[in-house]
Nanobody
């Protein structure tokens, strides 16, 4: 089992920045990848960015060049640095950890970008 706790969401004006954090606990040695998803009202959940155990990253096209995913030195924490935020980035952001085919989720943190 893996437990995930997110923090860092909030309200920001368009063009602003936010940094999300996700702290993992439990069976962290079994985690293959961690990432961030988002879900806006009435829309399906989508991958924003993820990072593998080996450090490879991938991003959904709308956030490329604006968002950066990284890991803390202890590798138990994943960050999402979000710059040049747009109103369309408004969503609940959820941390995900994948471990041997099983997905674990945090409770989510709301990001709201005002125009």
């Amino acid at each position: 089992q893996v437990q995930l706790v997110e923090s860092g969401g909030g309200l920001v004006q368009a063009g602003g920045s936010l940094r999300l954090s996700c702290a993992a606990s439990g069976n962290i040695d079994a985690i293959n990848a961690m990432g961030w998803y988002r879900q806006a009202p009435g829309k399906r959940r989508e991958l924003v960015a993820d990072i593998t155990r080996g450090g490879s990253t991938r991003y959904t096209d709308p956030v490329k060049g604006r968002f950066t995913i990284s890991r803390g030195k202890d590798r138990n924490t994943v960050y999402l640095e979000m710059n040049s935020l747009k109103p369309e980035d408004t969503a609940a952001y959820l941390c995900n950890a994948e471990s041997y085919g099983a997905d674990f989720w945090g409770q989510g943190t709301q990001v709201t970008v005002s125009s």
